[in-house]
């Protein structure tokens, strides 16, 4: 009876006054024991009401019922189908919303309501993938600051294919917890061209310098992303098998790896473009110069005329130790050192045609390694300075001392040219 006079009120009341209503009557619907009869009249008038001419009633209908497993289920779908200032209070927390009703509501909503629903708690896998394919850059956004998003490898790499160049989803996706080593790789490519598209527009270098660069950069991520795989693992396979699929598995970076004694990541790419398994790639590796080895590395499609320093490389990285103070995934200098001695070698014996190309790109690998190196121990020493910082020791017998209080006018240590090398003679 009193459903009955509500909807009869109703017809005459005006907008505001049929929101305060509908929210009135949603709440006894929710909390208060209402008789079948009331139950079915009060559902007739939501079903009214979804009508309404002005928004406001279905606004206050979303807002009784957003959080509600009780409220009707036929009204919340059509909520759930409104303009985005009411779907989206029902799209942010409805429990009543299956997957299926999320992925529909996502592909016909706008970026709000698509918004709404990526960052919803617990989001599953399928609406997540959804999303990732057909949702705008707010919601790709709104999905990678959402920790609580199963959001499954694919859909990772997928943002990041679609929104790449937009820094903005860049920076909330390398924010989340944790990312596979696929998706940080996609995203660093992502970065690189970003980076090599701004230089050039800016005309700061050329094209194929930029291209360089962003080659050079992109290679050095990707090492740090596989030493953080921690040796061979089905991580480390998918990065190989992403990085396959990128077109960015070339002997090159292969050796690069070597060469930052990333071996795990060696043993993927070889499993990967071999086709066999793991542990039989891995006991060929530890015999880089069978006949064996050799078959498997000529069957992955490598330059036979390589052969020869992706043994060595194995070979010295199995015997040389990292640096205590080497950071993860940087290249190794020892270890390059070797394989371009050992390549010297084989060009001097005429056993390896073919190796100038390989050659120098090791020399820019030792050139890269010794810039590390040498910012390394600057930052040890500048860490560490001596107790006497006026005494320059030049590693000779003698040390040359310069006074503090010979200064010139500008308060710079006056260096006497000719005293200095009387007694860098002497020692």
Known sequence: MIVRKFIQWSLGASAAARADGAAALARAYLYSEMTPTDRREAESAFYALLDDASPLPRRALAEAFAGSPDAPAAVIQGLARDNSDISTRVLARSPLLSDADLIDCAAVGDSAAQAAIALRPELAPAVCGSLAEIA??????????????????????????????????????????????????????????????????????????GERMAQEGRDRATMIIAAGCAGYSEETA??????????????????????????????????????????????????????????????????????????????????????????????????????????????????????????????????DAARDKGRRDVARIQAKPEADSSTVTFGLPATLTLRPDSQDDEGGVMVDLEALERELIAA
């Open 136 to 209: 705008g850059r707010e919601a790709a956004i709104a999905l990678a600051v959402n920790e609580t998003a199963h959001v499954p490898d694919f859909a990772l790499r997928r943002m990041v294919e679609r929104f790449g160049d937009d820094g903005e989803v860049r920076e909330a996706l390398i924010g989340r917890a944790w990312l596979p080593a696929a998706a940080r790789a996609a995203l660093a490519d992502a970065a690189a061209r970003a980076l090599t598209a701004f230089v050039v527009s800016r005309q700061w270098g050329s094209s194929a310098r």
């Open 238 to 367: 998918a990065l190989a098998a992403y990085l396959r699929a990128a077109g960015q598995l070339t002997p090159a970076v292969t050796l690069r790896g070597l060469m930052c004694g990333q071996s795990g990541l060696f043993e993927a790419t070889l499993a990967e473009l071999s086709g066999l398994s793991a542990r039989r790639v891995a006991g060929l590796a530890r015999e880089p110069w069978s006949d064996a080895f050799a078959a498997v590395y000529l069957k992955a499609g490598f330059p036979a005329g390589l052969l020869v320093a992706f043994r060595s490389a194995l070979a010295a990285g199995a015997r040389i130790r990292a640096d205590d103070d080497a950071e993860e995934g940087a290249l190794r200098l020892p270890l390059i050192q070797a394989v371009l001695a050992d390549c010297a070698k084989a060009m001097a014996r005429g056993e390896a045609a073919g190796l100038n190309n390989v050659i120098s790109l090791l020399r820019r690998f030792e050139l």
